[in-house]
């Protein structure tokens, strides 16, 4: 029983365009919530975070938005850069700390 | 400025051998995790650690054991390789205090058990 869900396996954007990834989740007890990016070969490093008395964070080119009626939050990337492509997990941890549960992750491309 | 190292990159095993997955952090973080992530699933926990001495299962723990003897290290055994731990593994570690922004993960280890 997944608890995090990334419905698209992978995403294609062309360069200077807005990407879009979404992710739902399905425990009420989630209150944090995270984007990691992962390049080929490397961990996961974080990229922003939000928390459930929020329903947006923005940092520089990335916003989070949280909806908690719909249990789903999405990952703004404007615009969007080759350097961006890697795959993108979504996080969630039921408090403010640790052991976090991640979706299955997106495949971003962006194309030049 | 290491971070968190895993040793080893790559491994191939037999079934039915044994093995230990080092993890190794040099930011004196507190707690540490041993992550599994397999094609198309998220990273799923395996086995965590909330200072030395203390330990705890994850989501996933069967067929692992773990150790904290030291706040440095966390190693991952694995007693009876069984196809099914064919997966790419992760440790990482965060801080005592903070949020879950503050994991680092290490460059991981590919397992495949043949």
């Known amino acids: 029983d997944q608890q995090v869900k990334q419905n698209s396996p992978s995403l294609s954007v062309q360069e200077g365009r807005i990407s879009i990834l979404n992710c739902d989740y399905t425990?009420?007890?989630?209150?944090?919530f995270l984007w990691y990016k992962k390049y080929p070969a490397e961990g996961p490093t974080f990229l922003i975070s939000i928390s459930s008395i929020k329903d947006k964070n923005e940092d520089g080119r990335f916003t989070v938005f949280l909806n908690k009626s719909a249990k789903h939050l999405s990952l703004h990337i404007v615009p969007s850069q080759p350097g961006d492509s890697a795959v993108y997990f979504c996080?969630?941890?039921?408090?403010?700390?640790?052991?976090?549960?991640f979706g299955a992750g997106t495949i971003l491309r962006v194309k030049s | 400025n290491a971070g968190v190292t895993q040793t080893p990159k790559f491994r191939i095993l037999k079934i039915g051998q044994s093995m230990t997955l080092q993890c190794t952090q040099d930011?004196?973080?507190?707690?540490m995790y041993w992550y599994r992530q397999d094609p198309g699933m998220g990273l799923k926990l395996i086995y965590y650690?909330?200072?030395?001495?203390?330990?705890d299962k994850g989501e996933v723990p069967n067929g692992y054991n773990v150790s904290r003897s030291t706040t440095e290290d966390f190693p991952l055994r694995l007693e009876l390789a069984a196809p099914s731990q064919t997966s790419v593994y992760f440790c990482?570690?965060?801080?005592?205090?903070?949020?879950?922004?503050?994991?680092?993960f290490g460059s991981g280890t590919r397992l495949t058990v043949v």
């Open positions: 650690s909330v200072g030395a001495g203390i330990t």
């Open positions: 990482a570690s965060s801080p005592a205090t903070g949020g879950s922004e503050k994991y680092t």
């Open positions: 996080a969630a941890s039921p408090e403010y700390g640790n052991k976090l549960v």
């Open positions: 425990n009420s007890m989630f209150d944090y």
């Open positions: 930011m004196n973080h507190n707690y």
